[in-house]
């Protein structure tokens, strides 16, 4: 007997994963920056058949927040952490 795996109707599902994943980790995104990003993951894995190289993929949220961190890395969306050099990060000196 096979499992049935969940995958996202939509990309609202997906869109919803990240908004409250963005929030919690105080990624500074716009709503329409998330519903860019939420709508190129679903399409990107919806056209995999929801699997990650051969292996189907079990707890597709963990997929739609392991994108969002992926992109807000590269975006440099992430807050700012606090810390002894924090002025000079802010002023560009480090």
């Not at 109707?9 to 929030?23: F, I, Q, T």
């Amino acid at each position: 007997m096979s499992k049935r795996i969940e995958i996202p109707d939509s990309s609202d599902d997906v869109l919803r994963v990240m908004k409250e994943y963005a929030s919690k980790r105080g990624f500074q995104y716009t709503d329409t920056e998330l519903e860019i990003i939420a709508e190129d993951c679903f399409l990107y894995f919806q056209s995999r058949g929801w699997k990650s190289g051969s292996k189907v993929i079990a707890y597709w949220p963990a997929v739609a927040m392991r994108w969002l961190l992926n992109n807000a890395k590269r975006d440099r969306k992430l807050p700012l952490k606090r810390g002894p050099n924090l002025r000079k990060r802010l002023m560009g000196e480090e």
